[in-house]
């Protein structure tokens, strides 16, 4: 089996910063893509950021130019940088990984990790 486990999340004031940290365990031979989402309750998941493996990236509008997604392969681990955050922000936020499992298959399994709150006070 494959684990998440996201860290960093937090409260900051309008206009701080926080990384989010996601690292990956388990039965892994690559990571093709990684991604972050965020969820507020009763909404749909909305993807915040993602990275596949030749290192392109995508963002959603609303972060672009605040928020930068990068990789470690070495360490299977997803970092998010958020500055100038806003309170519009404050969600739980998800990091999801496309993950290939054995160096035989092709097959590539989807994982979720647990969320992290993220808070912004005005």
């Known amino acids: 089996q494959v684990q998440l486990v996201e860290s960093g999340g937090g409260l900051v004031t309008a206009g701080g910063s926080l990384r989010l940290s996601c690292a990956a365990s388990?039965?892994?031979?690559?990571?093709?893509?990684w991604g972050w989402y965020r969820q507020a309750p009763g909404t749909q998941r909305e993807l915040v950021a993602g990275i596949r493996s030749g290192g392109s990236t995508d963002y959603a509008d609303p972060v672009k130019g605040r928020f930068t997604i990068s990789r470690d392969n070495a360490k299977k681990t997803v970092y998010l940088q958020m500055n100038s955050l806003k309170p519009e922000d404050t969600d739980v936020y998800y990091c999801?990984?496309?993950?290939?499992?054995?160096?035989?298959?092709?097959?590539?399994?989807?994982?979720w990790g647990q969320g992290t709150q993220v808070t912004v006070s005005s």
């Open positions: 999801n990984a496309d993950v290939r499992r054995t160096a035989v298959r092709l097959q590539t399994y989807n994982y």
């Open positions: 388990g039965s892994i031979f690559s990571i093709n893509a």
